[in-house]
C-alpha cells in the first residue's frame, strides 16, 4: 500500500467589486501538477469572510446569470444588522459568501482534477470593493 502525501499551495486571485468571478481552474491544474499527486482530493479555500469558492460553466451567459442571482438571494442595498455595528456598506457580500461556501473539494484521478467537460472551479468577490484573494489549497492522495 502507498503512503499518502500531503502537498500545500495557493493562488492569489486579483477581483473586482462583487460578484466578481473568475476562473482558477489553471492555477489549481499547475499546483496539481506540482504536487506530483494522482490519486486523492483536492481542496481549494477562499480566506476571507466575502469570498467564495464554487464550480459552474465559465461562459459569459451562465456567470451572468450567477451574478443575478447572487444578487437576488442577498441583495446590495438592503438593510442588514451587520451594516449597525460596522457601517460598511457590506453586510450583503457576508451573506452571499456564506450561502455560495468558502470552499469546495474535487476528486483527482489519474494525476488530473476530476471534473465535467464543461466544469471550471471559479472563485467570487462579493464585497463591495476589489479585492485579491488568498485561495488556500490542499491536496491530498497517492503518486502516480
Given at each position: 500500500m502507498q503512503a499518502a502525501s500531503v502537498f500545500v499551495g495557493s493562488v492569489q486571485v486579483s477581483l473586482k467589486t462583487g460578484p466578481d468571478i473568475r476562473d482558477i481552474t489553471m492555477e489549481l491544474d499547475r499546483l496539481l501538477g506540482e504536487s506530483k499527486i494522482a490519486e486523492g482530493t483536492l481542496t481549494a479555500t477562499a480566506v476571507g469572510s466575502t469570498g467564495?469558492?464554487?464550480?459552474?460553466?465559465?461562459?459569459?451567459?451562465?456567470?451572468?446569470?450567477?451574478?443575478?442571482?447572487?444578487?437576488?438571494?442577498?441583495?446590495?442595498?438592503?438593510?442588514?444588522?451587520?451594516?449597525?455595528a460596522w457601517h460598511d456598506g457590506n453586510g450583503?457580500?457576508?451573506?452571499?459568501?456564506?450561502?455560495?461556501?468558502?470552499?469546495?473539494?474535487?476528486?483527482?484521478?489519474?494525476?488530473?482534477?476530476?471534473?465535467?467537460?464543461?466544469q471550471q472551479i471559479v472563485a467570487v468577490n462579493h464585497d463591495n470593493r476589489p479585492r485579491t484573494r488568498a485561495i488556500e489549497v490542499t491536496i491530498l492522495g497517492t503518486a502516480g
Open positions: 467564495s469558492i464554487t464550480s459552474i460553466e465559465f461562459e459569459p451567459g451562465v456567470i451572468e446569470d450567477l451574478k443575478k442571482a447572487i444578487n437576488r438571494l442577498a441583495p446590495p442595498g438592503e438593510e442588514y444588522a451587520h451594516e449597525k450583503h457580500s457576508h451573506v452571499q459568501a456564506a450561502l455560495l461556501g468558502p470552499s469546495i473539494a474535487v476528486p483527482v484521478r489519474g494525476g488530473r482534477l476530476r471534473l465535467g467537460t464543461w
